[in-house]
Each structure stands twice: as structure tokens, then as C-alpha cells.
């Protein structure tokens, strides 16, 4: 018997491969989606079928390249949708896996035509349940994404998912969603890597409710969501095209580079530290680990997108851009930035200051001008509290709010760790802010400092 | 936060590492422990604490290895034995893992000392429990081990320690125990890789009894014991030597391999086919997957072992027979069967036959001689019928039954699948019984070829 | 600097990729081509020129797809042939390689328009030149190609390319051509992964000659040619198809591969004596490492290939047989001969012997009655000598001279090792042919029981 | 047949194994040994004999380690130097190899006992020398490690070993050297992976001699020697630690790390930006490419060594420290500099400025006071020439040479690319000096710049 999970780091996004006999089924399949085939081969299965939990919007659904390198086929959730290929999933329906049943449980609610899937053992038993975005660890899925009109009518539609078709499931069952910790698709998805519907039932804070009005009034609110999430949801209807049709990125002189970079954008995904001290002019900061959770935020996809980087394997990158749908990944800066510079090019710097050299400065005369930009989400904030006079505006924001950053006074960034305000401080600069500064550890720091936070 | 599960294929042990913070506990690790440390650096965090559930019996912990590389300190259960390193684990016994919290809860029944470890999230609340051999999928540890006299004693203890301390904890939690479908240290553990104490109190067919009088008749029966369990006991105990220590299997030419085999034993890890055509005189056949749950049933610890393979890879064999302490594996042979006959050497071989061979020969005049030797256990009997005549022997009591295997009639050897048989065919022709054929598919192919099964 | 060898093991091809600066030059790409970018990308390098020797005929050139990948510009030797892409080569060319320099020679003979490479170092000394299929260690491009009409036109062509152009770039200069010893492209390469024109002018054989006409003599000889040859050519004039529009291989049912094999050809890859117990009736055996040499000479390029190996690992066979242009394979049989058997299926079986078997054998009353078949090429017979009264079929010569062999007498089959001998005795097999024996450790095995050789 | 190079990155150092048959030779392999027996394994072979070329300086011979493994027997040249283990090679020793044969060929020279090693191939013809430290592409071993009282004597007698005893071999022969361009054994080795003999008889700028004296004179210099050469030469008499005895290094919370680090080195492998950015003060910066180069100028022996990195994997920067002797790796920082800064602690920085930035600033009225440092070494500056005014010290004399940088006035520091410089300010900073700047790009950001240049 064949069951494992298939983490895509960064999106925080889990699927699934359950296989028996000679048979295997893959759940909400990635793009990039060899993985699913190797471990079906390794114990001797073919993937006949591949299920979606809904037609998902924060990443590229690997079911069509997988079904064309396996003939599998493909059954969506939310089939009131137009796609261009596949087949409608009904409540009710089942799939036999070898000694194993899956059974379709329709539970919409995040969106009009959720579902998730009950595996029974081979006796029949209820075992574990694929629960896509409905269900989380510590969280449910967002009800938004029909818009806030209609967020509590989704809201009532969870409601009864949860408390009538998945909680009767038994407690003892197995809850395999669609997303941990870190995802974009809930508000605060608990750290808890497997769960079950016990847990769920007795420790999800959104499930401790007296009845279906508090249930809603608790759900029926408006999240962030990041700009990308309009063209997953395009591909994952149209059908992204294949990732063997896309031209390898490619490894560029620093002098096409420069050349490439007055068209396409440059993204740096080295650490705040290397960023800082030394980039292409222009050049939007990401390292490396947050590309998957900020990439869908800031970069475009009608560009051409040039990488540096410190390293020579540019798979990592591509993978994960890709998984969002970047495909136009031209390439990467031969040689990182010690070539960019001995190829005589200018770059950019931007100032880093540690918590006891900030404070020094805010003692001497600059505390008046001093303006403290905090680019941290509300959650972080309300959990860890804040710096007095601090003005928060979120990370994700700050393309639209970014004419509330002065130019002409010393502004002082700070995150959790130093990474996102870097990414923020290339934002600014991008935008043409001269005097910034990032404070390197953000607020854990500026907490392990001592330093007063109001909570 | 980090949790993962290790397995080891074959012996189906499983092993688990928690972390959070900077810091992390292992499980029951097994002796080839680099994977823990990988897993913990890969995450920034140390190992700091080894926990064991038990004096364990069918391979050896990795305690004493994993501690010496990293400076963890090791926690026994059955601490009332002679450990000659680490510390012994109390009941109620607490570890902190960054924000989460481990605690020893006393389930003796397996062992007198057996623990289980409670791991609660950050929140405090019960989330996973690792149940070592005292609870497993579908089954639970094995009360024999102290002997049959004490059976109904150790059965009663495990009552309680299930009924009284873990099911308490609550249908939710997850249960992680030690082992996996195929394992020596329960009848017949399920093939469920992941269970909830939920699943279990409800399918758990050991649990569904009325009362401690049913479950102690129940569960106080003997099972097969592997003789090399009594080599584990005291390894595990006194420590095995660390495998830096070893020197490293040999690549050895036909002519040094034949010479070494006078003293040694060939064992032959192809699969039943190509051993069956030609094999070094006097080899015992273990298939490569067939190794960890057979090898300590048939190989000795005294003698040098020597290797026939189809492969220029030794890592993979040299693993798993370490992992049940067979440190003097010499090597194997250079270039395999093909070099040992282009050397000129007499090889051995055992007949092989398919079911319809066999029926053809049946309907002649053999059939008054022939005796069927079928090699499965009793529970495989049960649950896939017999042939009819057929002699049952399990594999594992061959060595000492083998005198019931008439020398002077046609033998067909039938198991599952025809490897075991293959096992028992090496196991006879090195006792000199020459006229036996085994019967390729096993009684899967008997049964496909419809011919009469007796259940 | 970049400078590295890439073999294809099996057919014995080797590449090559020259680098300097940011940009990197592969000669004779194979198809597989991943490995040169990633070489390159490892240096910082990009792939800006691919050069062919010649029109290969004994595998896919790699060209289109690697050009396809990085945006390379390709050049063909044998200019003249009228290829679907990529520009044509003449003597003289030069491509600058960062500091280094690259020079087109005119070396035909092997083809009309081969073509040699000579790499300059940094200072523009002469360093090693790329020979393709004109100069070998130890022998020269075969001249029979153009038919045995214009083989002495072609030697002579040769002699002038050797002796005038390759040879005076100096002693010193390391030579490395586009095969090494076991590739069908010549005679008799020799084991000497690296050389130099020194060397090869001292040691050659084909080189120890008094002039031109003594030259042609020795040359002007026809050698076998794998029917393989004329696909290879015509694919690699009209460009193959990319390797990502191919379906993958697939994992395939014991019910589903039988239907499947009526139409298809069953290919197996396991050794001489798994095949020999039992096989899928029909199968074609090729060991796995034999793959490269001999699929091309037995395999038709019309039918689906089904495999039947012992690994759930398809992509070592599948990465060879898409070298040779073999783009119709369907998949493997799932769980191998053994799922195969407890499907109820049907299996055939070849007996083998080893030579003292066959000693005693002939010994008794058969010897009158045997026909021994010795598949072994010329050149091995001279080297080894021969059984008397051995009747020798070079294995690529079977399929039409199957006839010679006796359909009514024991047939004892001999090549080197029993490996051939077994492909040879599936060929006669699927023929009808049913009373044969292969003899395990072949002529080597003869040889080291001291029996009788007659050289 | 096996040949193969394997090449330890960094350290320039080449080794060998070749093999026939059963058995294997390895020549002068590295301490991390592992990859010998893997090549050897994959062909069925087994390693026998272990011959060094003489006792090395520059890293660990893996002889003991490789022996302890295999059971090898170890040959030592140099062997009148008192050995702890091993025997000597003396002039003209033969060892069989399968088909091949080795012979030992005194040539003397660069240590007074070096050894070379003719292989030749099957038919006995002279096909490759491994040359050891006697001759490399474009360069010869230094002589000067007897002291410079003995250097012509050396001179002399490494005068007759290259043209008595290795060029007569003839120019086809292959010469394979124990060192790449980067040594430290050589002025300057060229960058050419392959050669022969031919081509350093004719292009070696230190063979283009008159006769004996004018070699001697161009010999007889006196090179740079790092201080770890002498703890190599007593670890390669004595024999090292067996690696199997050795800790793992460790993951290490900040705190910890800052409290080790009161005793221990940091050792920070980071770009030079990142490293000027912010790291941990006191530390030592090495980028990890550069670690096998500049680790044993700086690293001492006697004590703990703490590395910030950026990765989660220290088994690189483990590997190549050991190869060099340095085994008290205690190990690394968990998380990196984010950790660090997070639990609030301080960290240095180094100023870097581009060469448009330094300019500027020297256009302005700092020109008179600044005071240029340049760390490449004569060769560099004597082929790119240097800037008017800079002051020139090699970065390995800069402990020693200190105080001639002033600590009131600010400092310039210039290499080729900016890494060393920045390796240089960690050194002085070390020191207590204050006001320096890196320049990025170095001289060839200069240079790309069109600044002026004194050849």
C-alpha cells in the first residue's frame, strides 16, 4: 500500500498519492509532478486517476502534465467551472484503489464546489480524509473569494461541510488538507503537521462556536490576496502549457545581462545581508525561502524575469517559480555579483543597522525625523506586540500605500527577522526612496533587546 | 517545527524525530542513524535527547551510535534491566522541544518497562503518541517475551496500560508506534502506515473484547520468536560496536570467494529465478527485500558472510544486515554469477517450475509420489486456503522439521510467491535433499489458475 | 576552464564540452542532453556552439535538442547532406571559446565531409584535437559506409586525413575521438580511454604501413553493419523527435502486458539465468548492459517495446533505448516475473549448462548427436580460439542464418560469457527452435577448465 | 578497464585510481577516501596497492585511512623518512595490475625521495606518468622545501629527472601530475587539465632552458609556504586520525556559539558582501570556495573552529577543512546571521564601495589621505598591473606585515575580484584597525572601468 504526502515548501502546499494494488490516485497534483510517478513506479503502480479538491487559485494544478504522461484521468471539483479538460467530480462518487475505496464528500463553502475525499481501508473503514481548503490544521478555508457580498451565504455552505459531513466522519479519522502552516489560503493555519478530526473538532478555534451564527460572523471576513491568484485561477481552468515546451533559463554575461535587465526584472534572491550590501541597480529583493510565499505578490507576468542568485543551480528557483506560473524565467547572472562588479558595473546599496546601533542613533538627535515603517501583518503584530510610533503597513501593501513613506525624513524598517524588510526596502528603492535603513532581526531582535513593545 | 517519520524497509521498523527551536528528540533510532542527524542539521537543530520505548528485540537501537555522534543524552525504558550507557525513563518523566513538550507515560504489557511518550503541541494539548511495541495498526505488542508462564501476567499489565493510560488520551490523537504491517513483534499489525487512537479503540480487533479476562485469552498466546532476537537483547543492552569501527565489505575475485566459502556462508540475495538457474554450491537464497525479516531466522553470528549479488552495489545489503547486527560481512563476489562460471566453477541449481508445469506433471503418473511442502504460515493458510495433501511447515520452523521432508519423493515447494520457497529449497539442498521443485507464483498462482484451494 | 569527457556507456560515444570564460562548446551532443548544461551552468557558462564531427549513424545526435534548450547554434560536418537545421562546417572555420580557439579540420574518409576539431590552448599552442570517427585509439573510422565500391576511395581520403592533417599537429597533442573500445563504428578500438597522435602514430596498427596502397589494403574492408545504422542516419539528417513529446513509459499490469505483448515486442533486460528459468513466452532477451550494442541489431522501430527487468527503476533502459532512436516503449511489467506468475500466467524456459555439465553430457552417448553454436564474433575467435566442430553464427548474423541450425538435435550455445548466448537463444527460440542449451561462463569458462581450444 | 582522475576542488590536488581485472591502484589519494572504493566496487574490483608520489605537504594523505578500509598495501616514496606505517618504493618496483603494469621511476627533485609512476597499457607500451610534484602543465615542483641552502642541489637533481628520466619516455606519453592551476606546490601551474609529454617538452616555460645551469637558476627561488605545509608533513609521517573518530560537528544556537566562540575561531564562509554587511565580531572571513586555498595560511591548529554560513549542510566545508588537518570543527551557527541577529546580538561590518563609489570619494579632498592596500600576489600584479600609489601586500604576509597598515587614515583594500580583500579586512579588523573599505571587483573592476594601470 502506497500513502504519502508531497510537501512543496514555501506554498505550504500538501498533496497527496494513494495507491494499492496496481493503481494509485494522485490528490491536487503539482505542477512540476515527476515526483508522483517515481513513487507510484517504485512499488510497481500506474496512475490511473487524479482528483482536485477545487479548482485551486494559489498555485498551478499539475493535473493536466500529469495526466499527459500517465493517461490518468482527471475529475474537478467546482465543475460548474468551464474547464477545458477533465471531468466533473459528483458527490457520491467512488473510486476503487486497489482493496481501497475513495469517496467523493462535496463540502463547498471555500469555494461553490469544494470537495474532499473519505479513503476507506480495506475493510471498509473510514480512515482519512482529504479535506483541500475546507478544513485545516487550527483554521478553515477563507470564504472570500466570491467576494465579501457573498462571504456569509459561503460561510453558511462551510458551516454545514464541516459540522454535517466531515465531523460525523468520526474523530478518530485522519484530516489530510491541502495546506500547513504558512499558506495564503487561510488566515493562521496552525503548526501541526498531521491532524484529525478529533483534534479539529476539539482544538480549531474556529470551530469552537455556539452555533451557525457565530460560525459565520467569525468566517465571513476579508483576507489579503496576493495578485497572482486571478491567473492561477485562469490556468488551472484554461490548463497551464507543459513545462517541457518551456526554454531552459539560461545562464547571461553581465553585459547581456544589464542589456536584458532594461526589459525583464531583476529579482535577487540573495539574503537581506548580501542584498544590502550590494545589488543591480533596480533589482526587487526576495531571498530565496520567501520566493514562493512573495513572488505571487510582486512579480509580474508579462516580463521577462532576470535572477541573481549565489549559486550555480538554478533549479531551485525555476521550480518554484514555475509552480506559480513564471514561465518567463530567462536566466540567471553568471558569475553572481563578484562578476557584475568585475565586469566594472554599478550597483546599489541599501543601509542595515542592528537593533543596539538604531537605538544609539534614536538617542542621539535623529529620534524627531526618525520614521519607523513596520512591515509586518496584523496577526504578528497583535501576537508580538508593537513599537511605539511605528507606522504598520503590511508588506503586501506597500505598493499601493507606499506614497505614505516619506522621502525626506531617515526611515527605519522593520519585519519578524530583517528578510521581509529588505524586500520591502527594494520596493521603496524601486520606487525612488533614497535615505532607508533595515534593522537586522526585525523585532525579535529589537525583543531580545529588551527594547519596550506595546501589546 | 519538525516531525518525521523514518522507516526501515523490511524490518518495518519505524523510528521518529520531533524538533522545534533549536533542538530535537529522536525515537527509537535505528543503528544507521545519519538520517536523524540530516534531518535535525537540515532544520538548525541539534539532537539532544534520545527517548526509547523499550528494551527492543528484532534490531538494533541506534541509541548508543546517535549519541556518540551528537552528545545526546539517552533515555531507556525497561530501566530495571543492566544498561551499560544512558539513563533510565520514569513514568511522568517531562522534555521540553522548543515550544512543545514531551512526557513519559508507563505502558508496560510488551515489555516490564515498555514506555510510551506523549508529545502535546505548543498549545499543551495531546497531539501525537508514540506507542512503541505496546499498541500498533491493528494489533498490539506481543506479551510472550518473558516467557509463556508469565503471558497471562504481562497480558494483563498491557490491559491496563491501553485501556487505562492511552485510550484515555482521547479518539484524536495520533498513534505513532514502532512498527509496521510485516513486523515479528505482533501477529499481524495492519496495513494502515498511519492510525489515531480513534481508529484503533473502534477496529483494533485485540481491543474489542469485553474485559481484561477476554483480552488476557486473547493476547496470551505464543508466537514464532526469531533466534536472533536473544543476540539483539544483549546487543542492545551492552551497546553494539560502532560501525566506523567495521571494516568494509570486499569486492572478492571468484577464486578468494570460493576459498573464504569453506569457512563462510554464501548467501545469495538474488531473486528465486536466477538462483534457482545457477547458484555457488551450498548458498542459502535470501531475495534482497527478503533479507531483513528472514536473514535472522537462518544466519549465523559467528561466521563470515559471503555476498552473491546482481549488483555492483553493496550498500544497500551491508545496511540491512547491519541494522540486525551481522558485522562480519566479508564481501561479495566480483562480477557475480557471470565471472564465477566464466572462472570455471561448478555451480548448483533447484528446479523451478509454473503451476500448469506442475498440474501436467500431476495428472501423469508422478502424483501418487509427489509431497507438496507448503512453507507459508498459519495465518496465510487461513486467510488464502491450502492445497489439498499439502504438507505445512513454515519457513521459519524448516531447520528443525526438516527431517518430516521425505528424501527419496518428488518435493514441490509452495509459499505465496515462490521466493520463500526458493529459501526453503536452499535450506533443503544444503541439507542434501536433491529432488524438489519449486513452484514459481506460489499459491497466488495456483489460486489465479483457479485450481481447488481448501480454506 | 571547462573541459570534460561525456561517455555513453554501452555504445562506447564519447562527447565532449570545452568551456572558458562565460561560454561553453559541446562536440557530438548526445540526446540526453541535460548533463552539458548542467556542466556548464555549474561554471557559470552558457552554451553558445555544438559541432558534429560527422552524420553519426551509431546513435541520435543530441543537436536539435540541446540547441532547442539553450538557443546554441549547431554545425554539421558533412556539409553536403541535406540536413533539416543547423548550418554546414568547412575547413578552417574557428570559434573563439573565452580564451581558447577552436579550428575546423577536413578529415574525411570514415565520411566525405568528417570533420576534425583542434583546440587551442590560451596561449594558441596546439592541445588536443577532436577526432570523431576518423582516428580511435588503436584503430580508424571504419571506410565501408559509401559501400564497398568507394572503399578505396574512402582510405585513401582517410590516409591523406591522418597523415596530413592529424598527425603533424605534433606527437604531444592529445587526441580524442567520438567512441572508445566496444563501439560498432570499427574494428577493434582499444581499451585506451586516453591518447595521443604520439601514441597512435607508434602504436596504431592500422598505422604501421608503408604507404598509401599497403594503407587501403588494410582498410578498404567491409565490417557488419547494425541494421539500426540507416534509422540513425535518417534521423539525424531530418532532426529526432524532442524527448519531452514523448510519452513516459508506463508501469504495466500482468493482465494488461499480456494484451499489450500480442501486438508489442517483449524485450528483457535480466541476466542469462533469470531469463533462462523463466520468461514471458516470446521475450526477446537482452541483458541490461547489453542494451546498447544489441537492441539495434534485433529491435524493430515498428512496434511497441514492453519490458520485463527486475527493478522498479524504468529509466536506466529507457535513457538507452531512446539513444538509438527507440521512442516506442510502452512501459514494464509491474512486480516483474514474479507478479507475472502469481497472475497465473503462463512463463517459458531456456535450460543452461555449465561446461562440466556439459563435459559429462558429451562424454555419454549425445556427442554424436550435439551441434555446438558458437555466437562469437571473428575477431574474438582468433583471439580466444575455438571448440572443435563448433559451428560459428556471429549472434548479429542469426536472424538470417537461423536456418543453418538444426531443429532436431541438441544445440549447446557458446559466446564469451553465456550472456550472448542466451539473446542468441531467445532469437532461436521465437523461431520455434526448442531443444537448446546455453553454456554459462561460455568460451571463458571452457578455457579455465583447461578443455580443448583450437586457435 | 578503469582510469580516473579525481580532482579535490580548491586545493588543486589530482589523485588516480587504475585498475584491471580484479585489482585497483590508487595514487596519492586524499583522506576522504570513499569515492576510490566506489569507483572500484562499480567494477567489481577491489583497491590492492596505494602508491604515493612523495610525502605530500599541502593535505592528508588518505593512504592510512584508504588501507584501514580496503586492507590495501601502502607504498611511501621519500622513504627515508621515518614512516609509521607502509613501505618503501624503490626506483624501478613493478606492480601488475590486471593486463597493465606499474613502475616507479625515481625523479627527485622537489623532495628528495619523489617517486613517478609509468602505467603501460596492455601490450607494455609507455601510456601514461604520473608525475607526482615533478612536473606539472606549464610548471615544475618547487625546490625550496629543503631550505634554500639545499634549493640548487634540489634543482639539479630534478634537472636529471625530468630530461633523463621522464621526456625520454617520449612525447605521446600522458602525464598526469598530482596538482592542478591554484596549487601551492608550483609558481604557477598552467590551466591546461590534460597534458603529455610532448607538450611540456616543447610549450613548459621552465624546460626551455640552455642546459642544467640556467635551470637551476630559474629553479632555485624561494616560494611562498604556508604554515599548515609543516603540520601536513607530521601528520603524513605519523598518520592522521582515522575519520571515523572524529565528532560531528555540530548545529549551534546563537547563544552557545557566542559563548564558544570566547575560546574558538569563527571562521565565516560567506560572500565578501554578506560578510561586510554584518557578521559576528572577531570573526575570520573565508569565502567557502576559497577555504582550501587560504584556510591553512590562517586557520590554527589548536583550536575549536565555529562556522556562519548560509546553509544548512556543513558536510563542504567539513570535507575540505579535514583535508587539510583541521578536525576540531566544533561546528556551526543554527540559522545563520537572521538567528543571531533575532536573539539580539551584535554584529561588525566592513564597508565595501564599488570602484565608481571609491572614485568619486578620491576626486574629492580624501585623496591625499587615503592609503591603498593591495593583497594579490607578484605574479597577478606583474600580469595586470597595479595602480599608482597602492601599496602591495601579499594577503598570506599580511599577519606579519600589519603594522605597515596605518590605523588613521582610511584604507582601500584591492584584489583581483574583491574576495580576498575582504578575507584581508577580516584579518585587520582582527587587529583592531578600523577604517577600511573593500573594493568590489578589485583590479578587474578597475580595470573593466578604464582606470589607469601601471604594467
Given at each position: 500500500?502506497?500513502?504519502?504526502?508531497?510537501?512543496?515548501?514555501?506554498?505550504?502546499?500538501?498533496?497527496y498519492?494513494?495507491?494499492?494494488?496496481?493503481?494509485?490516485?494522485?490528490?491536487?497534483?503539482?505542477?512540476?509532478?515527476?515526483?508522483?510517478?517515481?513513487?507510484?513506479?517504485?512499488?510497481?503502480?500506474?496512475?490511473?486517476?487524479?482528483?482536485?479538491t477545487?479548482?485551486?487559485?494559489?498555485?498551478?494544478?499539475?493535473?493536466?502534465?500529469?495526466?499527459?504522461?500517465?493517461?490518468a484521468?482527471?475529475?474537478?471539483?467546482?465543475g460548474?467551472?468551464d474547464?477545458?479538460?477533465?471531468?466533473?467530480?459528483?458527490?457520491?462518487?467512488r473510486?476503487?484503489?486497489g482493496?481501497?475505496?475513495?469517496?467523493?464528500?462535496?463540502?463547498?463553502?471555500?469555494?461553490l464546489?469544494?470537495?474532499?475525499?473519505?479513503?476507506?481501508d480495506?475493510?471498509?473503514?473510514?480512515?482519512?480524509?482529504?479535506?483541500?481548503?475546507?478544513?485545516?490544521?487550527?483554521?478553515l478555508?477563507?470564504?472570500?473569494?466570491?467576494?465579501?457580498?457573498?462571504a456569509?451565504e459561503?460561510?453558511?455552505?462551510l458551516?454545514?461541510?464541516?459540522?454535517?459531513?466531515?465531523l460525523p466522519?468520526?474523530?478518530?479519522?485522519?484530516?489530510?488538507?491541502?495546506?500547513?502552516?504558512?499558506?495564503?489560503?487561510?488566515a493562521s493555519?496552525?503548526?501541526?503537521?498531521?491532524?484529525?478530526?478529533?483534534i479539529?473538532?476539539?482544538?480549531?478555534?474556529k470551530?469552537?462556536?455556539g452555533?451557525?451564527?457565530?460560525?459565520?460572523?467569525k468566517?465571513?471576513?476579508?483576507?489579503?490576496?496576493?495578485?497572482?491568484?486571478?491567473?492561477?485561477?485562469?490556468?488551472?481552468?484554461?490548463?497551464a502549457?507543459?513545462?517541457?515546451?518551456?526554454?531552459?533559463?539560461?545562464?547571461?554575461?553581465?553585459?547581456?545581462f544589464?542589456?536584458?535587465?532594461?526589459?525583464?526584472?531583476?529579482?535577487?534572491?540573495?539574503?537581506?545581508?548580501a542584498?544590502?550590501?550590494a545589488?543591480?541597480?533596480?533589482?526587487?529583493?526576495?531571498w530565496?525561502?520567501?520566493?514562493?510565499?512573495?513572488?505571487?505578490?510582486?512579480?509580474?507576468?508579462?516580463?521577462?524575469?532576470?535572477?541573481?542568485d549565489?549559486t550555480?543551480?538554478?533549479?531551485?528557483?525555476?521550480?518554484?517559480?514555475r509552480?506559480?506560473g513564471?514561465?518567463?524565467?530567462?536566466?540567471?547572472?553568471?558569475g553572481?555579483?563578484?562578476a557584475w562588479?568585475?565586469?566594472?558595473?554599478?550597483?546599489?546599496?541599501?543601509a542595515?543597522?542592528t537593533?543596539?546601533d538604531?537605538?544609539?542613533?534614536?538617542?542621539?538627535?535623529e529620534?524627531?525625523n526618525?520614521?519607523?515603517?513596520?512591515?509586518?501583518?496584523?496577526?504578528?503584530?497583535?501576537?508580538?506586540?508593537?513599537?511605539?510610533?511605528?507606522?504598520?503597513?503590511?508588506?503586501?501593501?506597500?505598493?499601493e500605500?507606499?506614497?505614505?513613506?516619506?522621502?525626506?525624513?531617515p526611515?527605519?524598517?522593520?519585519?519578524?527577522?530583517?528578510?521581509?524588510?529588505?524586500?520591502?526596502?527594494?520596493?521603496?528603492?524601486?520606487?525612488?526612496?533614497?535615505?532607508?535603513?533595515?534593522?537586522?532581526?526585525?523585532?525579535?531582535?529589537?525583543?531580545?533587546?529588551?527594547?519596550?513593545?506595546?501589546?
Amino acid at each position: 500500500m502506497l500513502f504519502e504526502r508531497v510537501e512543496s515548501e514555501g506554498l505550504a502546499h500538501y498533496s497527496y498519492i494513494v495507491g494499492d494494488g496496481n493503481e494509485a490516485v494522485v490528490i491536487d497534483p503539482r505542477r512540476d509532478c515527476e515526483v508522483y510517478r517515481r513513487m507510484a513506479e517504485r512499488e510497481g503502480m500506474g496512475i490511473a486517476t487524479i482528483l482536485e479538491t477545487h479548482r485551486n487559485e494559489d498555485y498551478i494544478i499539475g493535473s493536466l502534465e500529469l495526466a499527459a504522461r500517465t493517461g490518468a484521468e482527471v475529475f474537478h471539483a467546482d465543475g460548474h467551472l468551464d474547464y477545458r479538460y477533465g471531468d466533473a467530480v459528483e458527490d457520491g462518487m467512488r473510486w476503487k484503489v486497489g482493496r481501497l475505496e475513495i469517496e467523493a464528500i462535496s463540502t463547498p463553502g471555500h469555494t461553490l464546489g469544494s470537495m474532499s475525499y473519505l479513503l476507506r481501508d480495506a475493510r471498509g473503514d473510514p480512515w482519512i480524509v482529504f479535506t483541500g481548503d475546507a478544513l485545516f490544521a487550527g483554521d478553515l478555508g477563507r470564504v472570500d473569494f466570491m467576494g465579501m457580498d457573498r462571504a456569509e451565504e459561503m460561510a453558511g455552505l462551510l458551516y454545514e461541510s464541516i459540522f454535517d459531513r466531515l465531523l460525523p466522519l468520526g474523530d478518530g479519522v485522519i484530516a489530510c488538507p491541502a495546506h500547513g502552516a504558512g499558506s495564503a489560503c487561510a488566515a493562521s493555519i496552525a503548526d501541526r503537521k498531521w491532524t484529525t478530526l478529533g483534534i479539529e473538532r476539539k482544538r480549531n478555534p474556529k470551530l469552537q462556536v455556539g452555533g451557525v451564527e457565530e460560525f459565520v460572523e467569525k468566517m465571513a471576513v476579508e483576507l489579503e490576496m496576493p495578485p497572482y491568484f486571478r491567473e492561477m485561477e485562469r490556468l488551472n481552468l484554461a490548463g497551464a502549457p507543459h513545462l517541457a515546451t518551456l526554454p531552459d533559463p539560461a545562464t547571461i554575461s553581465p553585459e547581456e545581462f544589464e542589456e536584458s535587465a532594461e526589459d525583464g526584472l531583476v529579482l535577487d534572491t540573495r539574503t537581506e545581508l548580501a542584498f544590502g550590501a550590494a545589488h543591480v541597480p533596480g533589482a526587487l529583493n526576495i531571498w530565496l525561502a520567501g520566493v514562493p510565499s512573495f513572488a505571487g505578490w510582486f512579480l509580474p507576468y508579462d516580463r521577462d524575469i532576470l535572477l541573481v542568485d549565489e549559486t550555480s543551480d538554478l533549479s531551485i528557483a525555476t521550480r518554484r517559480l514555475r509552480r506559480i506560473g513564471y514561465d518567463r524565467l530567462a536566466g540567471h547572472l553568471a558569475g553572481g555579483m563578484v562578476a557584475w562588479h568585475m565586469a566594472g558595473k554599478k550597483s546599489d546599496s541599501i543601509a542595515t543597522a542592528t537593533v543596539p546601533d538604531l537605538c544609539a542613533r534614536l538617542d542621539s538627535e535623529e529620534k524627531e525625523n526618525a520614521w519607523i515603517l513596520d512591515v509586518r501583518g496584523d496577526d504578528e503584530v497583535k501576537r508580538s506586540g508593537r513599537i511605539t510610533g511605528a507606522h504598520q503597513i503590511h508588506i503586501t501593501k506597500l505598493p499601493e500605500r507606499i506614497r505614505e513613506v516619506p522621502r525626506n525624513r531617515p526611515v527605519y524598517i522593520f519585519c519578524g527577522s530583517g528578510l521581509r524588510s529588505m524586500v520591502a526596502a527594494s520596493i521603496l528603492r524601486r520606487e525612488g526612496l533614497e535615505e532607508m535603513t533595515v534593522i537586522l532581526g526585525g523585532l525579535a531582535a529589537w525583543s531580545s533587546a529588551k527594547c519596550p513593545v506595546v501589546k
